[in-house]
């Protein structure tokens, strides 16, 4: 019988095809590796000289509204632009390259300079929400764009370059490496069985029980069975929609109260503002039905040890697989533990 709390294994992801390595024995070695500088944390409501607080100038001259909830505006600085035009390299069919073309923009949560999600209340993460299913549905309507990616990256660590609270959306011309990879997995699960991969996941982790977190009337927040970084969770819709679309008034008030409980038990494990990349993962748009994906939102934090230990994703993960030592079991019991009031209050 294999050990997970002991024994070195290894753990399919369903959603990639891909797998990770899980050493849990290695959790009680000692740290004598790099230790981070904890990030400031007594940002004040207003910055002058930021470029995302209301009434601001932003690096491209552009003077930002007097908003009062969240704010949209295309990156001054885009990865993505829509003018580019449609071109395509091949030299022997080894150097191959094609142009991309798409938008990005930039959402600010909140006109507060210091409010991060967890401590935003219930109706300004709402107003979030609302603004993701807005945006979502005006960038789909462009016929030329195939998928959509909302995300956030919280935290110096993680390269945020700006210390107020924003996420962003890419809207691109074709489909990102990892949504190819779970498109080919839902596909093939929903072609044999005639329901969500995520469907039937949700049901299984509901009835063992190990790795749910938040389990309330539309979503479940649970650390996954193949989880690579030390406390990654994932924020399932019980209802298999493809997109934030879909989701009814309740259902966004559900989400948005799902996602505030859980980043309050993120920061609460190391008294910190806890660093992460997260976001939804949905279906690609303007190329047919996909009934086969469910939307789901991950959420990938660094920290390993303490609020200054990361884990590194180098060396062997690099060049091999991803490997974890504290189990997903022990990531999920540690943040079921946690108390759901902001330990700033």
């Not at 209802?239 to 309050?264: G, M």
Request: charged share 25%.
């Amino acid at each position: 019988m294999l050990d997970f709390a002991e024994q070195p294994h290894k753990r399919k992801n369903l959603l990639t095809g891909d797998y990770i390595l899980v050493s849990p024995h290695r959790s009680k070695r000692p740290w004598q590796g790099q230790v981070e500088d904890l990030a400031p944390d007594n940002r004040p409501q207003y910055d002058p000289k930021c470029y995302l607080c209301p009434g601001n100038v932003r690096a491209d001259g552009t003077q930002n509204p007097d908003y009062k909830d969240s704010f949209v505006f295309v990156n001054d600085f885009s990865a993505l632009l829509e003018e580019t035009s449609v071109e395509q390299f091949n030299e022997g069919n080894l150097l191959i390259a094609e142009s991309e073309r798409g938008i990005c923009k930039v959402i600010s949560f909140s006109p507060r300079h210091d409010l991060t999600l967890p401590q935003m209340d219930l109706p300004a993460i709402k107003a979030v929400v609302d603004l993701w299913q807005k945006e979502f549905k005006e960038l789909a309507a462009k016929e030329w764009i195939k998928y959509i990616q909302i995300f956030e990256n919280k935290g110096s660590i993680m390269g945020c370059s700006n210390p107020h609270p924003h996420g962003q959306i890419w809207a691109e011309s074709s489909l990102p490496v990892e949504i190819e990879k779970e498109t080919t997995q839902q596909k093939a699960y929903f072609k044999q069985h005639g329901r969500t991969l995520l469907q039937d996941y949700v049901a299984i982790e509901l009835k063992k029980d190990e790795r749910i977190i938040i389990d309330n009337e539309h979503f479940v927040a649970l650390v996954p069975f193949w989880a690579a970084w030390p406390y990654e969770t994932m924020i399932i819709s019980k209802r298999p929609v493809p997109s934030v679309l879909a989701f009814s008034e309740v259902e966004k008030e559900d989400f948005a109260r799902t996602l505030r409980e859980l980043t309050i038990r993120y920061d609460n494990i190391f008294k910190t503002s806890f660093p992460y990349s997260a976001g939804m993962h949905q279906s690609p748009v303007n190329s047919g039905e996909y009934p086969e994906w469910h939307w789901h939102m991950h959420f990938y934090p660094p920290l390993l040890r303490s609020a200054t230990v990361k884990k590194f994703m180098v060396g062997y993960e690099m060049l091999a697989t991803p490997q974890r030592d504290i189990t997903p079991e022990q990531a999920a019991n540690t943040l079921k533990q946690q108390s759901t009031i902001h330990y700033k209050g």
